[in-house]
T-cell receptor, first 109, second 116 residues
Framework: GQNIDQPTEMTATEGAIVQINCTYQTSGFNGLFWYQQHAGEAPTFLSYNVLDGLEEKGRFSSFLSRSKGYSYLLLKELQMKDSASYLCAAVDSNYQLIWGAGTKLIIKP | GAVVSQHPSRVICKSGTSVKIECRSLDFQATTMFWYRQFPKKSLMLMATSNEGSKATYEQGVEKDKFLINHASLTLSTLTVTSAHPEDSSFYIC????????????FGPGTRLTVL
C-alpha cells in the first residue's frame, strides 16, 4: 500500500532551526511536495522536489532522497508565524497526491 | 502564480438541503481538479478526481450520489452536497492541476460547510 509517515507534532524555539522528516512508500514516484497549512486555511505551497538533493528557498529548504524514500523540510530562523501544520505529499504514478497526516509545529518564544 | 478560487467561502445550511460549491482556476486551464475534505486535526482526504468533460472518479467510501461533481469547463468544477446532514459539516478544499507546472496542484481557499 501507499504510505506517508511524518511526526505528529514538534516544538521549537523562535530563532532556532527545525527539521521535519517525511518517509514515503508509493506506487511510482513523481515528486514530493511540502505544504504549510494554518488552522482553518487551505494548504499553501512551500516546495517541490523530484530530483535528489537539497533545494533552498529563503528560510525554508527541502531535501529528497529517492533511494531512501525520504524527505525533510528545514526551517531556519524560526518565527512565531511559522507555527502551523506542515504536510508532506508524494506524487504517485497516477499523478495523485498521497498525503501525510501533517506535522504540527509549535514555536515557543 | 496560478490562482484558484472557491465560492462560497463559508455556508451554513439546514439539514436536508443541498449546497453547491464552485471551484475556479482563474488564470490557467485545469483539465483535472481534485476535491478534498478535511476533518479537524487530520490530513486532507481526497474525495474525488474531476476531469473536464467526463465523470468524476470517486475514492472508496465516498458516495457519488451524495457528493455530485461536475467539471463543465477547463476552469470550473462544482461539488454539490445533496441532502446535507450535520456529519457533512467540514472544510471542503478543491485543487486544480497545472500541467505546465510539474502537475502541481494549486489549492482553493476552501469552503467551510456547517449543517445545522
Amino acid at each position: 500500500g501507499q504510505n506517508i509517515d511524518q511526526p505528529t507534532e514538534m516544538t521549537a524555539t523562535e530563532g532556532a532551526i527545525v527539521q521535519i522528516n517525511c518517509t514515503y512508500q508509493t506506487s511510482g514516484f513523481n515528486g514530493l511536495f511540502w505544504y504549510q497549512q494554518h488552522a482553518g486555511e487551505a494548504p499553501t505551497f512551500l516546495s517541490y522536489n523530484v530530483l535528489d538533493g537539497l533545494e533552498e528557498k529563503g528560510r525554508f529548504s527541502s531535501f529528497l532522497s529517492r533511494s531512501k524514500g525520504y524527505s525533510y523540510l528545514l526551517l531556519k530562523e524560526l518565527q512565531m508565524k511559522d507555527s502551523a501544520s506542515y504536510l508532506c505529499a508524494a506524487v504517485d504514478s497516477n499523478y495523485q497526491l498521497i498525503w501525510g497526516a501533517g506535522t504540527k509545529l509549535i514555536i515557543k518564544p | 502564480g496560478a490562482v484558484v478560487s472557491q465560492h462560497p467561502s463559508r455556508v451554513i445550511c439546514k439539514s436536508g438541503t443541498s449546497v453547491k460549491i464552485e471551484c475556479r482556476s482563474l488564470d490557467f486551464q485545469a483539465t483535472t481538479m481534485f476535491w478534498y475534505r478535511q476533518f479537524p486535526k487530520k490530513s486532507l482526504m481526497l474525495m474525488a478526481t474531476s476531469n473536464e468533460g467526463s465523470k468524476a472518479t470517486y475514492e472508496q467510501g465516498v458516495e457519488k450520489d451524495k457528493f455530485l461533481i461536475n467539471h463543465a469547463s477547463l476552469t470550473l468544477s462544482t461539488l454539490t452536497v445533496t441532502s446535507a446532514h450535520p456529519e457533512d459539516s467540514s472544510f471542503y478544499i478543491c485543487s486544480a492541476v497545472s500541467e505546465s507546472s510539474y502537475n502541481e496542484q494549486f489549492f482553493g481557499p476552501g469552503t467551510r460547510l456547517t449543517v445545522l
